[in-house]
């Protein structure tokens, strides 16, 4: 079998502390993202399990698997779950969900969530798109601006690149900061082109590591443009895949002159998280009614 | 008099000699990674094909985006320039050029002494160039002439929906696992391109005769999808891959 070299870690994760059993609300968001796929259960207002996966070719599947994992082990049933949001590019074919809500607004919400109330300018760098977000600090969305007609700056586009020199994406951001000095940035805004390029620079006797230094702050300067058309204000968080590659993360960083403010348990899950609490809010809301 | 035009492109490295207005030679190579190496050859190829040697030849015109690269080039001209004027040599009543290469897409409206009016084009994208065709070809796992054949046996429309060609071909390879036939997929991906290369030709006013060039001319399917989104009737003259060297080696005698 040949390495795939484009894979991302997928992972998941239980809270040990917490009875579900006790929580007065159990509730999920599910983010059906074109390449990564999450499912965030919320138990109360706290995360009690998520998991993070590979797209599968249909959004019903891929929620279903993702849903799956975060609730293997935990005695959960899916029927156990009060309220599902389902959120992301496949969030209109979620069966299991009782309310599609846009992934703008769960990234928001799940940033504000994990970050707190400072946070105001949110990034996120998906597998198909990049969205400059500004939220209040309840995490409600004030503006946003996307681009989703480009693979440059996305994660997709990073796949193709970590094939093409057969380097593990989560590799990625180390290897590039492993350079004695910074290289210019890959010039191709297109990826396809970009791929052309970086074989040229190979073959002139660039290193792998170069290679990809030029090809992260290639990446980070493009987001850069794209924030700086939405202005930036503090705090300043990163969602999605490519936050967890500290080559871009730290160019960014270095580009704009302000730090990312880290967000735990995974910044990949903001989507996931943000229709889970859309979830909560929309359960209570319907027992208040009731 | 004799003289050469090159046309260094993104892919191929074309070379065109003409003889007293008359075409004598054309070769052409795959630019590999020397593309001044390979400029070399393709010119001496050219020549050995002509009966004549390098000294005969009294000027050497570059065109193409590695036109600059070429030191034994005496002057070099725009890709622009060179396709209107080699466009206007084989077909003088052409006033509207679109020239589609492997990286790079334009459209061109001309004057009937071969003058370039207006233009417009795309370089920064590989949705609307053959890279495009290219990178559809291996999620399809054909080849392109494959490719061509099944879009002509195509029934039915199948939509492709975005613009990168990185985001098309993970649709082109979701098309696949939902069981819709090649033939179709080939067909939306030629509809696609041409829908993308029409849009930005209509930045420029179309006016008939219509002629497509570039290597992706010699994509029947991509013609009759240009034909469709243009409106019009295009006309695709003979070595299409040839016109900007041909233009080069024009405007060098001139």
Known sequence: MTTEFYRWTENTWKSPDIDWRKAQTLVAGIDVGSVSSQAVILADDKIFAFCNTRTGSNSPDSAMKALGISLDGTGIKPEDI??????GYGRVNIPMAKKAITEIACHARGANYMGGPSVKTILDMGGQDLKGIHCDEKGKVTQFLMNDKCAAGTGRGMEVMAELLQVPIVDVGKMSLDVKE???????TCVIFAKSEAIGLLRSGWTKNMVLAAYCSAMAHRVVGLLERIGIEKEFVITGGIAKNVGVVSRIEKELGLKVKPLSPDPQIAGGLGASLFARDLLLKSRKTA | MITAGIDVGAKTIKVVIVKDNKIVARSINPTGFEPLETAEKTLNEAAKQAGISRQDIKKIYATGAGRKNIPFADHNVTEVTADAKGTN????????????????????SCDPSGKVLDFSKNDKCAAGAGAFVESMS???????????????KSTKDAPI??????????????????????ADIAHAVHD?????VSSM??????????????????????VEAMKKHLGVDVVVPENPDFVSALGAALLAAA
Do not use: W
């Open chain 2, 89 to 108: 040599y084989l077909r003088p009543s052409v006033r509207t050029i679109v020239d589609i290469g492997a990286e790079e897409a334009r459209g061109i």
């Open chain 1, 82 to 87: 009060q309220f599902i949001v389902g959120t």
């Open chain 2, 161 to 182: 929906n975005a613009t990168c060609a990185v985001f098309a071909e993970s649709e082109v390879v979701s098309l696949i696992h939902s069981k819709i036939e090649k």
């Open chain 1, 182 to 188: 910074e290289p210019e940035p890959v010039s191709s």
């Open chain 2, 138 to 152: 291996r999620a399809l796992e054909v080849t392109v002439p494959q490719m061509i054949e099944f879009s002509h």
């Open chain 2, 192 to 196: 696609a391109i041409a829908s993308r």
């Open chain 2, 201 to 222: 030709v209509r930045r420029i006013p179309i006016e008939k005769d219509v002629a497509l060039i570039g290597g992706v001319a010699n994509n029947t399917a991509i």
